[in-house]
């Protein structure tokens, strides 16, 4: 989901796209990356989401007992073909609601494949910065449509929601890129949300529609769990895009005055 990015799904965590060859892992519980070089230019990793210290320690743990023929691509691979796989659930669901089961064992795979191949690159010493940033945010985009598009087809959201949302998220996305490229700060969290947190409120929400689909919201009636959960995640998209812009417009302003 990924990630993320941006609170993005599979944007996610993925330090080997930003962290220069001769770097080592990250110490446990760290929540700022390492500088990276991308061309002539470089950045550095921002995560401060409420789980990133703990999750960090655990990818480097896995990622030093992985067998060797496991490489960053096939952890890529499988983050991207989870996400896809997620979204075909989800089309399945209004059919076959036990489909929402394999949408929670699609996530779990995508954490594991997004989340991991960073950290198994960079304990390995076998980091491709620009290659890795550039193929893992295509992908994310990638299966982010397929995510919801799969959930506009699944019956538990409104289609035009779950257009919405996808636009929300591109647009959060291009904002973060462009800022990545002219502040050399790269944002995996926002509000303490990261990719993580926001599989894991995707996972109970899922299981929640085994139970009942619909909540009640007092005054304002019954509505679809995921068309409210869905309008939470555009107005935080929302709410990211014009918080980031403002507040990168505002250093570039005075980064760069024009003279007197």
């Known amino acids: 989901?990924?990630?993320?990015?941006?609170?993005?799904?599979s944007a996610v965590s993925e330090p080997w796209k930003s962290t220069p060859a001769p770097s080592?892992?990250?110490?446990?519980?760290?929540r700022m990356g390492n500088a990276v070089t991308t061309g002539s230019a470089s950045h550095v990793r921002e995560h401060r989401s409420?789980?990133?210290?703990?999750?960090?320690?655990?990818?480097?743990?896995?990622?030093?007992?992985?067998?060797?023929?496991?490489?960053?691509?096939?952890?890529?691979?499988?983050?991207?073909?989870?996400?896809?796989l997620a979204g075909m659930a989800y089309g399945l669901a209004e059919r076959h609601p036990s489909a929402l089961f394999l949408v929670?064992?699609?996530?779990?795979?995508?954490?594991?494949?997004?989340?991991?191949?960073?950290?198994?690159?960079r304990v390995r010493n076998h980091q491709r910065p620009r290659y890795g940033f550039y193929v893992d945010h295509t992908l994310d985009i990638i299966g982010t449509c397929g995510l919801l598009?799969?959930?506009?087809?699944?019956?538990?959201?409104?289609?035009?929601?779950?257009?919405?949302?996808?636009?929300?998220?591109l647009a959060a996305a291009a904002e973060e890129f462009l800022a990545t490229h002219v502040?050399?700060?790269?944002?995996?969290?926002?509000?303490?949300?990261g990719p993580t947190e926001l599989r894991i409120i995707l996972l109970i929400g899922t299981l929640?529609?085994?139970?009942?689909?619909?909540?009640?919201?007092?005054?304002?009636?019954?509505?679809r769990l995921f068309d409210v959960g869905g309008t939470v995640a555009i107005v935080g998209l929302a709410l990211k895009f014009v918080v980031s812009a403002v507040r990168n417009t505002h250093a570039l302003y005075f980064a760069e005055r024009l003279p007197r």
């Open 24 to 30: 080592p892992p990250d110490a446990p519980g760290s």
């Open 149 to 169: 598009g799969g959930l506009a087809f699944s019956g538990y959201m409104n289609p035009l929601l779950a257009l919405a949302m996808l636009a929300a998220y």
């Open 104 to 121: 929670v064992v699609a996530l779990g795979l995508n954490w594991f494949g997004d989340s991991l191949d960073g950290t198994l690159a």
């Open 1 to 9: 989901m990924t990630s993320s990015a941006t609170p993005s799904l």
């Open 208 to 223: 929640y529609l085994l139970h009942k689909p619909w909540v009640h919201l007092g005054s304002l009636g019954v509505h």
């Open 50 to 84: 409420f789980l990133a210290g703990i999750e960090k320690t655990a990818l480097i743990w896995i990622a030093r007992r992985l067998p060797r023929w496991v490489n960053p691509d096939h952890l890529t691979a499988l983050g991207f073909a989870a996400m896809l």
């Open 183 to 193: 502040r050399r700060v790269f944002h995996l969290s926002f509000l303490g949300f």
